[in-house]
């Protein structure tokens, strides 16, 4: 795919400055309608796990932890599930849509981490994290930023099939036996939702330090002043 | 491809990009008190329609060893008031109406007539935690036949000694193993597990193995889908 590039006269002062367009369309409706869809699914799904919070037998009982109801949508396990039932469709529409759209435009090759990506890992953590230098960055994701999404997208699938397994360990016993039968998804299920919360801590960090035009080119598709023109 | 503008120009094409987004504000309808009731009744609705397409006749919940048994004193007991509505089990009779041929009330020993059979599968509770049970019983499918159920009946409905209620789709019902259940742990069903019959359905969600039977209803359409479904849950609920 190639990139579009603007290159854009000031009006008053006739400056020239750039832009390229980083997110089509199709991106940017699934990125915010399954961040919304992630939200809900999140704290309903708190909900339904308020009403056993525990992955262990039911007699005798050992809870896990207590989450507070004021943080769970939906009010009670029955509204819990059908926020969880409803929203289970728009996320996994989202997330169809955008997997079709990303193999059919080939616009994967922005966000998929491949083996040559590998190699620059280290210098971005070592640059986030310990103050080194700054890597040259030539395309729109630095190999980091690819190894994330990408970590997010596989993420996003294990949700759904973890998912898939606990509402349907009948239908999809083949799904619930390779995670270890109906117990075992259940915590599957879990724990990926709260590996999705971390990387989506870590995301809202990057997209503070990163500023406005990074945060507007996911709303509008085009990025100011690119640093890697 | 390169894109030569101004930048007046260029905050029109930002604006007009950030307006094509304006359908993920359609989903503010959640928010919206009146609408949402609705919003999520539809949503369950069709993840019921789902489910009834996902279900498969053929297609048998897995079963277990005595091994993986949950011991029986380990198996949770769920009543929604009452663990013992006081059921006279020395007269008691399940009776039978609607869609069939041969309405009235039988006894324990007519549906002991039935072939028995006996599976270790798995109860999954709505709330999230599972156990594995051994239960005996005959057939409903069996049960259907006995009682000469209309063929293009769609409905099973049960009422329950405490006033619990359920509802079956009848594939589900005609399902193989699905038990009109006097056994668990090959002893007969004791008082807080629903005796002297309940239903066994390891296709389906743990509040539809209604315990303490003493009527079934054969029917085309659903009048009442169930204590748990009124209060919200879904309708279908197969596993």
């Known amino acids: 795919m190639s990139t579009q590039i603007a290159a854009i006269t000031n009006v008053k002062t006739g400056a020239i400055s750039e832009a390229v367009y980083e997110h089509p369309f199709i991106v940017r409706l699934c990125h915010w309608v399954n961040a919304l869809a992630l939200l809900v699914l999140v704290f309903s799904g708190l909900q339904i796990f308020r009403a056993f919070p525990s992955f262990g037998a039911k007699i005798p009982q050992k809870d896990l932890l207590h989450w507070p109801k004021a943080y769970a949508l939906g009010g009670w396990l029955g509204g819990g599930l059908q926020w969880h039932l409803t929203f289970m469709w728009i996320y996994i529409g989202t997330g169809l849509l955008y997997l079709t759209y990303e193999i059919f435009s080939r616009n994967y090759k922005q966000v998929l981490f491949m083996p040559r990506d590998i190699r620059g890992v280290w210098p971005m953590v070592h640059h986030y994290f310990f103050f080194g230098p700054k890597p040259y960055v030539r395309e729109a994701y630095n190999p980091l930023q690819k190894l994330a999404y990408t970590s997010a997208i596989v993420l996003g699938i294990l949700s759904v099939l973890t998912g898939l397994a606990i509402w349907k360990p009948v239908q999809f016993s083949w799904l619930a036996w390779l995670m270890g039968g109906f117990h075992w998804a259940r915590l599957w299920h879990f724990a990926v939702m709260w590996a999705i919360l971390a990387f989506l801590f870590g995301h809202l960090v990057m997209v503070v330090l990163h500023g406005w035009n990074n945060f507007v080119s996911m709303l509008t598709g085009w990025k100011k002043d690119p640093e890697y023109l | 491809m390169n894109l030569r503008t101004d930048s007046r120009q260029f905050k029109r094409i930002n604006r007009r990009e950030l307006l094509k987004l304006s359908p993920v504000l359609a989903l503010g309808a959640f928010a919206v008190p009146r609408l949402q009731k609705p919003l999520l009744k539809t949503g369950l609705a069709f993840s019921d329609w789902a489910s009834a397409r996902l279900f498969r006749s053929g297609h048998l919940a897995p079963t277990f060893d005595d091994s993986e048994l949950t011991p029986f ?127 066994n359905i390891p296709t389906k969600i743990g509040y539809k193995q209604a315990k303490y039977l003493t009527d079934l209803k054969v029917s085309h359409v659903l009048e009442k889908a169930g204590y748990w479904e009124d209060q919200g849950y879904s309708e279908f609920y197969g596993l």
């Open chain 2, 73 to 199: 004193a380990r198996f949770p007991i769920n009543g929604y008031d009452v663990d013992d509505p006081g059921v006279d089990l020395d007269n008691w009779t399940l009776t039978v109406s609607g869609a069939v041929q041969k309405p009235g009330d039988y006894t324990l020993a007519q549906i002991q007539t039935l072939p028995k059979f006996r599976q270790n599968t798995r109860h999954v509770c709505i709330e999230g935690w599972d156990v594995i049970g051994r239960f005996g019983g005959a057939r409903l499918a069996d049960f259907l036949q006995m009682i000469g159920a209309d063929p293009a009946a769609r409905f099973i409905t049960v009422q329950c000694a405490d006033d619990y209620y359920e509802s079956l789709d009848m594939a589900t019902a005609r399902h193989p193993q699905s038990l009109l259940c006097y056994e668990m742990y090959d002893q007969p069903l004791t008082r807080e597990h629903g005796a002297p019959l309940r239903l």
